[in-house]
């Protein structure tokens, strides 16, 4: 593995971790971003990588990605972000988890973990075993905590709806086309929301089943996996993995707007410059997708002080995901940058790296 401080992802990171455990088989690999407003939060990702350096590279831009998201989020909380390599066959023991949990627990609290790709709540359960530095867990009804995903399919609606009306001047989503890539707990979240509102949706996912299957719910479109950016559509709202923004799916994009939940959707910043120079309006990932980070880490600093975490207070911060959108799209208009370019600097400043 090339070293990963010579990384174009490497971004002074303040720790970055390998661990490995030879008795459970554990491997992985923590990333710590920033703590300069708070405990370094993100989930854990649990997959299978070919190469280990694809590892390492989703560990670092994952990690400053959430350094940005809860930044940008107002959450007093940093960036990090976990990255456990499976094998072929996503294995995972007990003794796995518990070795996961002992190295979280060594960071001392200035990690905190939850779920992400690949990751459950039941996962969460086992990992609070041996550390307290972990959210997402099972919530009581009413208050803040469990799986994310929801709560990430909440603000990503939203954020859409703020798009729309932001680009094509509708203030309903009524009738628009969106094309969306992913049909997991997120994607499937986002799409369920958007039909109820009578949204025309195009479904697509590496699991054709279950694409077909949503669109049978909701009276959409499936289409393979393969075609979903080039459908003509107002909305591509990517929610699967990230880095499908490149030089050549930009230039075959049929929409006006760019917003979904996957993470580091922008291959590199060139792609970034491409999207804003076809006129395509882009709600960066870690603004539009603050959902889910926001419900578990109101859980998490809660249960810090010995109270349930208040759902009401969720609500209102994943409320307020369409104005920081429009805060960054009105910059964008002052200073003809793209969206990608001016919410990172937004973010650096109030990590204190501007």
């Known amino acids: 593995m090339t070293a990963f401080w010579t990384s174009a992802d490497w971004d002074e990171h303040e720790r970055v971790e390998l661990v490995h455990d030879r008795a459970s088989g554990l491997t992985a690999i923590i990333a710590l971003h920033s703590t300069h407003l708070g405990p370094g939060a993100g989930g854990t990702r649990f997959w299978h990588y070919a190469d280990p350096a694809a590892a390492m590279k989703d ?8 350094s940005y998201k809860n930044a940008m989020a107002g959450l007093p909380m940093g960036g990090g972000k976990a990255v456990v390599l499976l094998d072929q066959d996503r294995t995972r023991t007990p003794a796995m988890l518990a070795a996961f ?11 905190v973990t939850a779920e992400d790709v690949g990751a459950s709540e039941a996962d969460m359960v086992a990992i609070a075993a041996r550390t307290a530095h972990v959210c997402g867990l099972p919530a ?21 709806k703020a ?8 203030d309903s ?66 929610n699967a993995l990230g880095a499908i923004l490149d030089a050549q799916s930009v230039a075959r994009l049929a929409c006006s707007i ?12 060139a792609d970034g410059v491409a999207l ?20 578990v880490s109101l859980e998490y600093l809660a ?45 650096q400043v109030l990590i204190g790296r501007g």
Not at 164 to 169: C, E, P, Q
Not at 198 to 223: P, Y
């Open 258 to 269: 760019v917003a979904g939940g996957a993470n580091n959707q922008i291959a590199t910043s």
């Open 173 to 238: 989503v009524e009738g628009v086309h969106v094309a969306v890539q992913g049909c997991g707990s997120v994607g499937g979240g986002v799409a369920r929301l958007l039909a109820a509102e009578g949204a025309r949706l195009t479904l697509a996912d590496i699991d054709a089943a279950r694409a077909e299957a949503l669109a049978a719910e909701l009276g959409a479109t499936a289409v393979d996996a393969s075609a979903i950016m080039e459908v003509p559509c107002d909305v591509f709202s990517p």
């Open 59 to 66: 560990a670092l831009r994952l990690s400053r990605g959430m």
């Open 276 to 295: 804003a120079k076809r006129g395509i309006l882009y709600a960066p990932d870690y603004v539009i997708n603050a959902g889910g980070i926001i419900n």
């Open 140 to 160: 009581s009804e009413g208050s803040a905590g469990g799986d994310p995903g929801p709560f990430t399919a909440r603000g990503i609606y939203l954020g859409i």
């Open 101 to 111: 949990g002992d190295a979280i627990e060594a960071f001392g609290g200035r990690y």
């Open 303 to 347: 249960r810090q002080k010995g109270v349930p975490g208040d759902l009401a207070e969720v609500e209102r911060m994943i409320g307020g995901i369409p104005d920081r959108l429009l805060a960054v799209w009105r910059e964008c208009e002052a200073t003809r940058l793209g969206a990608d370019r001016v919410a990172d600097r937004m973010a």
């Open 163 to 170: 798009a729309v009306a932001h680009r094509l001047g509708r």
